[in-house]
């Protein structure tokens, strides 16, 4: 067997399983007795069909194989589409975003009304859990308005809540959550709730919940029109409050808005103004050095402006009106208009 199998060729190897096997098929066939019936006739017919199939080409087998390859290919696939949502236009578009544990459009995500959340845990320096929970909702009504709930326990107790902003006792607006802080200043644990009324450029909403010394509990707002944050200005090792955007749109474009900032010193569980500790800062933003370019057609004009009327505030805030009118007398204002400018400047105060 050995001699005959190394003298065979592929072609021979091929042609004599071919016989062998249409042999051994047609011999299984003839050898059963059948009667002569129609099942017998059936069966001879299907030994002829094999004679046939494996005296053709080779490749009927690989395509016999291909065909059921791909047919298998087809039935995973279609069970694949099977397990898809019904409603696959989420998974097609890439920008989506999850609401409540569903997929939906980003550009509808305004709509998205979600459960209330733990946003921040804190435990204490009395050693009583500090939660803080948002819910974040749509406004009725209003297309991409919020209106976003913000509550903080201490313990099992609900200390403060903010949802709105009340105008007078018929209006009030909707806010919008922006973020919280968490300072621990002295002996006091300090949560800084800011939301902001939607507005293209106004207004911020900043509520301080302080708990202090016995688990006494301060509730008390930072006055300002829309920025924030939070720095040791004058290094005393406590952290302050810096209050901007009081001059937004005075006289100019909010892009060139006069600067003006205001400074709150954490005292008593609260954020106060003490003109007193940072009057060195205000007097020196005060008497910065102003170009004198009041001509009517100077390019410099604008900011020439907005640097004065900067200056200026901090002499109102300061109350000290004649150095206001002064500044503005020698930067070649008219007296009626530097007292109108002043009297709009302290509209603006804090």
Known sequence: MASFGSNLTRRGFRSYFKFSLRKTTTSMIHS??????TVARKLMKISSNLKCIFTRSPFILLLIFSFTFCKREESVSNENLAKEPANSEYEEDMDSKKCNGKLIKRKNYTNCVQPERVILTRISKNNQTVKVYLRKGKLQGYVGKREDRVVLKYGKKKIFSRSSLNINDIHSISLRYETIKYFQIGEYDVFIIIMDTQGAHCCSVVDVVSFGPKGKTYISEIPTPDEISFEDIDKDGTVDAIT?????????????????????????????????????????????????????????????????????FYYVYLKQDKLALKLYLENGYEKEEAK??????????P
């Open 32 to 37: 059963i007795e059948f009667p002569e019936t």
């Open 244 to 312: 901007g955007n009081y001059l937004d749109y005075f006289h100019e474009s909010h892009t060139d808005s006069p600067e003006a900032d205001i400074y709150f010193r954490f005292k008593n569980g609260k954020f106060i103004q003490d003109k007193k500790a940072f009057y060195k800062i205000y007097e020196r933003y005060a008497t910065s050095p102003i170009e004198k370019t009041r001509e009517k057609d100077d390019l410099g004009n604008q900011r020439n402006a907005s640097l004065i009327a900067s200056a200026a």
């Open 340 to 349: 109108s400018l002043i009297r709009e400047l302290h509209e603006r105060l």
